[in-house]
């Protein structure tokens, strides 16, 4: 594909990192992610938004799991958008596009991975779990967090974090980001979670992080 001056410019920065270089930038800029969340990780799936669009991912879905508008979040974070999601995020990075998708719907649209947040509950349609190479799940409770990768994430937790009341704007925001991390490694890699299982978790009123499987 090859990039272009202006990207050449946009993207110095990761263009440096030996980790990325161009090679893996261009891998980000074809690659796509759906991120399908619960209302209650909506800052979450906001902050997996942001780290996902400025690394250059070119195409980004945005599927709310319990409501059907995906363009009006109502998270505090929503003001870092100016009101408009698909604005805002052209404005972070005209390189990433944002793709409204509905839980039952979707239709033509395959996604290279898929970032589930919240409990068990409305489900993904199956044919976006199915098609993902990268299968990446979060949860947050109170002050603590977990995330999932590979089969059978989109079950039952194996690790859960300790109980808590609504999730903080810490822990919130620390899953958003460790998520469109370990996304983003996959892309950069081409790495897919098919065949392996790998959890981390923290907490953060206990001091705790702690990963499985590499996860670090």
Known sequence: MGLSEEQIQRYSRHILLPEVGGVGQERLLASSVLIAYSADEESAALTALVYLAAAGVGRIGWCP?????????????????GGSLG????????????????????????????????????????????????ALRGVSRGEAGEIH????????????????????????????????????????????????TAQARFDFSHGLMEARANLS
């Open 65 to 81: 799991l319990d409501e059907s508008d995906g363009l009006k979040p109502k998270s505090p974070l929503s003001a870092f958008f």
């Open 87 to 134: 604005g805002g995020l052209k404005r972070l990075n005209p390189d990433s596009r944002l793709v409204p998708v509905h839980p039952d719907g979707g239709a033509g649209e395959v996604f290279d991975a898929l970032i589930r947040l919240g409990d068990e509950g409305a489900p993904v349609d199956g044919r976006f779990e199915a098609s993902a190479k990268i």
């Open 149 to 196: 990768e590979g089969p059978g994430v989109f079950g039952k937790p194996d690790v859960t974090p300790s109980p808590g009341g609504a999730s903080t704007a810490a822990s919130q925001g620390a899953l958003g980001a460790w998520l469109a991390a370990r996304a983003l490694r996959h892309l950069v890699d081409e790495m897919d979670t098919v065949g392996s």
